[in-house]
């Protein structure tokens, strides 16, 4: 019992990142698309104002994830970067120029250095969920068990590359969202429409590319696909696929806020999606969640100190989305930096 209760906060945690930092993986992909620096400008002057004040704090739940995979289910813990280690290198250094680019960017005066550290932070907006999702997708193909050597085939076949497609398209899909409803926010009435066509292409995309995907599944990940088209997989999909179309009708609507809710409800109902579609699995189909649960005493404290960390972190962090969306929490200025 305290190994599934333990499963299932991972899958929430795995979620909230998915949320949290897609979002700010969202901001960076258009950033990356914004076009050259005149045509640029006003979408990037957005994207720097509306994540300066929280973009760091998503991090909490990266570490989160790694805490439980270490300590809960240690042989997963294991499985999966013995395995997978080449693409969760390249996200994680894709992390590291990201947060560098984008600290550094602004207050840097000179263009060809702003240049630098900006392609730094759209690039790795765009490759580092693209192979976060690859390792889900790697996990999900069945491809990888206890034993498993690293190697290409683990991470670079059909079922991988779809959910690094997915992964990609979600971000997009949350930064777009987010953005449209920053931009009333700070009175930026020509970036409403730009972000809500953006919205409307990337939930296009997460559609197709997610249709594709549960078509286009890997024969060795025949236990997943039968999960995600049948029963409460299945189920999951599709109130996902009404979050999105709820979404898109709100992003045109004067109470565009709302939107920002069933976005985010959308993309963690497609990670309950994959993780209802696997279970009793954590690696299908070798590795179950008892099989691969650490030893019971060290179990029960830690998720009686995840609960306690959860209790205090997640007002404080509810805490700061409010006064961060009610625009009590302010970026410097340009003059600001400068002085």
């Avoid at 300066?52 to 998503?58: C, G, L, R």
């Avoid at 429409?193 to 594709?212: D, H, S």
């Amino acid at each position: 019992m305290t190994a599934n209760i333990v499963a299932w906060i991972l899958l929430l945690v795995i979620a909230a990142y998915a949320c949290g930092g897609g979002v700010d993986y969202g901001a960076g992909f258009w950033d990356l698309f914004a076009g050259g620096a005149a045509r640029g400008k006003r979408p990037r002057w957005l994207i720097d104002h509306a994540m300066a004040p929280v973009w760091e704090v998503n991090n909490v739940w990266l570490i989160f994830v790694l805490i439980l995979m270490w300590t809960g289910f240690p042989e997963f813990f294991q499985t999966v970067f013995t395995a997978l280690w080449l693409p969760l290198a390249l996200a994680a250094i894709g992390m590291v120029l990201r947060g560098a680019g984008f600290a550094l960017r602004k207050p840097t005066r000179n263009l060809a250095g702003r240049r630098i550290y900006g392609a730094a932070f759209a690039v790795s907006s765009l490759l580092t969920p693209f192979f976060l999702g690859t390792v889900i997708g790697g996990v999900a193909s069945g491809r990888v068990a206890p034993g498993t050597v690293a190697s290409a085939d683990a991470w670079a076949n059909t079922t991988s590359i779809m959910a690094g497609l997915v992964a990609v398209a979600a971000t997009a899909f949350l930064g777009a969202v987010f953005l449209s409803v920053d931009a009333r926010r700070f009175g930026a009435a020509d970036l409403i429409g730009y972000f809500r066509l953006r919205a409307w292409t990337a939930g296009a995309a997460l559609l197709v590319v997610g249709v594709i995907g549960v078509t286009l599944t890997d024969p060795q990940a025949a236990y997943v696909h039968h999960g995600l088209t049948h029963g409460a997989g299945l189920a999951a999909l599709l109130v996902a696929v009404a979050a999105l179309a709820v979404t898109a009708w709100l992003v045109s609507r004067p109470a565009a806020g709302w939107a920002r809710y069933s976005s985010v409800a959308t993309v963690a109902l497609l990670v309950a999606a994959w993780g209802l579609a696997q279970r009793p699995y954590l690696v299908p189909t070798s590795l179950t969640v008892q099989q691969a649960a650490g030893a019971s005493e060290p179990l029960h404290w830690m998720l009686f100190v995840t609960a306690v960390a959860l209790v205090l972190i997640c007002p404080a962090l509810v805490l700061l989305y409010r006064l961060d969306t009610r625009g009590v929490l302010e970026p410097l200025t340009d003059e600001d930096v400068g002085e």
